[in-house]
């Protein structure tokens, strides 16, 4: 299973982007699936996660302010929409999958991925 990330790019304060998290080719049984970041000098930290069951979670800081939504009708594919976006959310932004698939013969199949970084730059 692969995560192909997308998405990032340079914006000015106050603006948007819209970050895809796709599954390549596999749909996922049950899954969570997040976004997180990570700035210079900082750790990496949760930004938003949701789940096959429904459960969202945001960190605090985005709160208000970016919205993490999944699909799952073919390939499983996770979006994070960032509006209002701030300086201090310039970071590289990664996406994370916890899943459970069914492969040909039927049997699960469970395993933990990341995407590549995708960098958001947020200029005042």
């Known amino acids: 299973v692969q995560l192909q990330a997308s998405g990032g790019g340079s914006v000015q304060a106050g603006g948007f982007l819209r970050l895809s998290c796709a599954a390549s080719?596999?749909?996922?049984?049950?899954?969570?699936m997040g976004w997180y970041r990570q700035a210079p000098g900082k750790e990496r930290e949760l930004v938003a996660e949701i789940s096959s069951g429904g459960s969202i979670k945001y960190a605090d800081s985005v709160k208000g302010r970016f919205t993490i939504s999944d699909d799952n009708a073919k390939n499983t594919v996770v979006y994070l929409q960032m509006n209002s976006l701030k300086p201090e959310d310039t970071a590289v932004y990664y996406c994370n999958a916890d899943y459970t698939y069914y492969n040909d013969y039927g049997s699960p199949v469970v395993g933990r991925q990341w995407g590549q970084g995708t960098q958001v730059t947020v200029s005042s």
């Open positions: 080719g596999r749909r996922f049984s049950r899954y969570t």
